[in-house]
């Protein structure tokens, strides 16, 4: 399995859906248990933002391509230095967006590199809040656009503070410096975006396929539900695909086959969540694999592979229940 961000802060691995009852809290990201997390967020006063002094990048210089960063030259900035190396213009990044990124890491005075998604050939995609990533980058890059490569340094105060990371080898007086290249960006109002794929069987639910950020419509039929797990496009992306060992950002609903009646959405929760595949109930997991991010995808999920006689407490599911998600699947990893 390959390594995950040393700048993820992550709680505990899901083995069902994701909030699956009416906590707000547990939209949440599928978890590695050799993941550390981020020091404490800081209680210092926010911090000040300076153009310099930042090293000069040497290779890689062109947006997407693994930089080379020269070691820094003297004594870095107390405050989060950052540089706009290239201006993009897409959507502005606010804080609580989801970001995906490339990204390189190293330590200010010996460039020491301690992490890097260039050479995993997979961008991060991580949330811009407080304790789920280290606070130089919720201040460094909120209000930068898409499309942007952005240098910058995070001196301990606003990284893994006093108490360093010592799996990364960063020391508690350690200043970092990272180069960020800005692929995309995602919030609640995030839908699928591709073509629209007809829905013409007659005994499977209609999903609606606006693209407005409001929750879709699903329609069940007043027939017998599948035996078989469903999982059908009903707007299909262009993106790449997804992979059994993918973690995934997504937006859906649920509604129950026998009535209808909602039971999950992260549309009423106004957040986006994100899980392993390897971490979710079979149907999602088999539903999900194969297709292409940004899509918007129906799955039904018979309760062989959903939660069949165990269904989460409190959650509105009965025992054996049939489950119908509609599903945009918003980027993997």
Not at 177 to 183: A, C
Not at 272 to 280: A, E, K, R
Request: aromatic share 6%; glycine share 10%.
């Amino acid at each position: 399995m390959r390594r995950r961000s040393l700048l993820l802060s992550v709680p505990a691995g899901l083995v069902t859906l994701a909030a699956c009852g009416n906590d707000k809290t547990a939209s949440s990201k599928a978890s590695e248990s050799a993941t550390p997390s981020p020091s404490e967020p800081s209680a210092a006063p926010s911090p000040k933002i300076v153009s310099g002094p930042l090293p000069e990048i040497t290779a890689g210089t062109k947006f997407g391509e693994k930089p080379t960063v020269a070691k820094g030259s003297g004594a870095p900035s107390k405050d989060i230095a950052v540089k706009t190396v290239i201006a993009g213009g897409g959507r502005t990044i606010a804080e609580n967006d989801f970001v995906q990124a490339h990204y390189l890491g190293q330590i200010w005075d010996t460039a020491k590199l301690f992490d890097n998604s260039y050479d995993r050939k997979a961008p991060l995609v991580i949330q811009l809040a407080q304790g789920t990533i280290i606070d130089g980058w919720r201040y460094a890059l909120a209000g930068k656009k898409v499309g942007s490569r952005v240098l910058f340094s995070v001196p301990p105060t606003w990284g893994y503070g006093t108490q360093g990371n010592a799996q990364a080898g960063i020391k508690g007086t350690d200043t970092l410096v990272f180069v960020v290249d800005l692929q995309d960006t995602f919030n609640s109002k995030s839908s699928a975006k591709g073509r629209t794929v007809a829905q013409d069987n007659a005994d499977l639910p209609k999903v609606g396929t606006n693209t407005d950020g409001a929750a879709p419509s699903v329609t069940v039929p007043k027939k017998a539900a599948p035996t078989k797990l469903v999982a059908d496009y009903v707007i299909e992306g262009d993106g790449p695909v997804v992979k059994p060992e993918n973690t995934v950002l997504v937006q859906y609903k649920g509604v129950l086959w026998a009535d209808g009646k909602e039971f999950d959405s992260t549309y009423k929760r106004d957040s986006l969540t994100s899980f392993s595949l390897q971490q979710v109930v079979k149907g999602w997991a088999e539903g999900l694999a194969g297709k292409k991010v940004g899509s918007r995808v129906l799955v039904v999920v018979p309760p062989a592979l959903g939660y069949g006689d165990n269904p989460p407490p409190n959650s509105g599911i009965k025992k054996d229940s049939v489950l119908v998600f509609t599903v945009d699947i918003l980027a993997a990893m």
